[in-house]
């Protein structure tokens, strides 16, 4: 709660909330954010993959039911999904969910080589892949598209997660270009959400982020923390990392890429230089770190 206010955007993305059908977790959320002085009067979440089972072993390991057997890891339907806060309207009407576009029909899929039945099952999103208009004041629609990907890691040798990762940092690229069965978002629009991978440092393939990162539909505003962090071992900017994690130190593994006719006012990673006293909150609540972008009317 402290975090958001301090944040104080005009439309969050929050990643790793449960889903809930009725949405009652996340109007308590906004119930009590506005007696915290920070309205979000309008909300949305779509179901997403996390925990929703597929009757089948996905993970090989010879049982089923478990949660990395699920479309996406979860020990029940709904865990660590998304939602948006927003103090713009939002037109669900208009919205647009991808979840449910399987892993093996996008196009350059890295998905392993495996039986059939686990081809015409498997979804590509861990979470989700949405697009969602926010109304702005003049009428026109900013359109938030949103996701949060698997993490490239724990698995085994055929790197199921590495390359799922890659692919759902893809499906944007495929997207934009014309190259699946949906019409490419109309701009303006913002790519926001957690890829879990960061460009230099770190487990992954990252073909797919680099090539968003620098695609010319889009720009990269390159939201920084405060200079003077350093890690081992790393070659990226420090001051780029939305996380820091035991271990491996700051990654940057989250992004907001405006489209490229929008204008950038202004961006930063809400993360606090040490020794100010909310650097602690911070830490308290998450190993990540909000970041931001400011665009102009």
């Given at each position: 709660?402290?975090v958001?206010?301090?944040?104080?955007?005009?439309?969050?993305l929050?990643?790793?909330?449960?889903?809930?059908?009725?949405?009652?977790?996340?109007?308590?959320l906004?119930?009590?954010?506005?007696?915290?002085?920070?309205?979000y009067?309008?909300?949305?979440?779509?179901?997403?993959?996390?925990?929703?089972?597929?009757?089948?072993?996905?993970d090989?390991?010879?049982?089923l039911?478990e949660?990395?057997?699920?479309q996406?890891?979860?020990?029940?339907a709904?865990?660590?999904?998304?939602a948006?806060?927003?103090?713009?309207?939002?037109?669900?009407?208009?919205?647009?969910d991808?979840?449910?576009?399987?892993?093996?029909?996008?196009?350059?899929?890295?998905?392993?080589?495996?039986?059939?039945?686990?081809?015409?099952?498997?979804?590509?999103?861990?979470?989700?892949?949405?697009?969602?208009?926010?109304?702005?004041p003049?009428?026109?629609r900013?359109?938030?598209?949103?996701y949060?990907?698997?993490?490239?890691?724990?698995?085994?040798p055929?790197?199921?997660?590495?390359?799922?990762?890659h692919?759902?940092?893809?499906?944007?690229?495929?997207?934009?270009?014309?190259?699946?069965?949906?019409?490419?978002?109309?701009?303006?629009?913002?790519?926001?959400?957690q890829?879990?991978?960061?460009?230099?440092?770190?487990?992954?393939?990252?073909?797919?982020?680099?090539?968003?990162?620098?695609?010319?539909a889009?720009q990269d505003?390159?939201?920084?923390?405060?200079?003077g962090?350093?890690d081992?071992?790393?070659?990226?900017?420090?001051a780029?990392?939305?996380?820091l994690y035991?271990?491996?130190?700051?990654?940057?593994?989250?992004?907001?890429l405006?489209?490229?006719?929008?204008?950038?006012?202004?961006?930063?990673?809400?993360?606090p230089?040490?020794?100010?006293?909310?650097?602690?909150?911070?830490?308290?609540?998450?190993?990540?770190?909000p970041?931001?972008?400011?665009?102009?009317?």
């Open positions: 709660m402290a958001i206010a301090r944040l104080d955007a005009d439309v969050l929050l990643t790793g909330i449960d889903y809930d059908l009725r949405e009652e977790a996340l109007t308590a906004a119930a009590r954010l506005a007696a915290a002085g920070s309205p009067p309008y909300q949305m979440a779509l179901r997403g993959n996390t925990g929703v089972a597929t009757g089948l072993d996905l090989g390991n010879g049982r039911g949660p990395r057997d699920a996406g890891y979860g020990r029940f709904g865990e660590g999904g998304m948006i806060l927003s103090r713009l309207p939002l037109a669900k009407e208009e919205a647009r991808f979840s449910d576009f399987l892993w093996a029909d996008l196009p350059g899929t890295l998905m392993p080589d495996r039986d059939a039945g686990v081809r015409q099952v498997q979804r590509l999103s861990t979470s989700g892949h949405w697009e969602v208009p926010v109304i702005l003049d009428g026109r900013l359109r938030l598209l949103a949060a990907a698997t993490p490239p890691v724990f698995d085994g055929e790197d199921r997660n590495g390359r799922r990762n692919d759902e940092t893809a499906f944007w690229l495929r997207l934009l270009g014309g190259a699946l069965p949906f019409a490419p978002p109309e701009p303006p629009f913002v790519i926001l959400g890829t879990t991978l960061d460009p230099a440092d770190g487990e992954g393939r990252r073909e797919a982020l680099v090539t968003l990162l620098s695609h010319p889009l505003p390159q939201p920084r923390g405060p200079p962090r350093r081992a071992g790393q070659s990226g900017d420090p780029l990392d939305t996380a035991d271990g491996l130190g700051g990654l940057r593994v989250e992004v907001i405006p489209s490229a006719g929008l204008q950038v006012a202004g961006s930063g990673v809400l993360w230089a040490e020794g100010d006293p909310f650097a602690a909150t911070l830490a308290a609540a998450s190993r990540h770190r970041l931001w972008v400011d665009l102009a009317p």
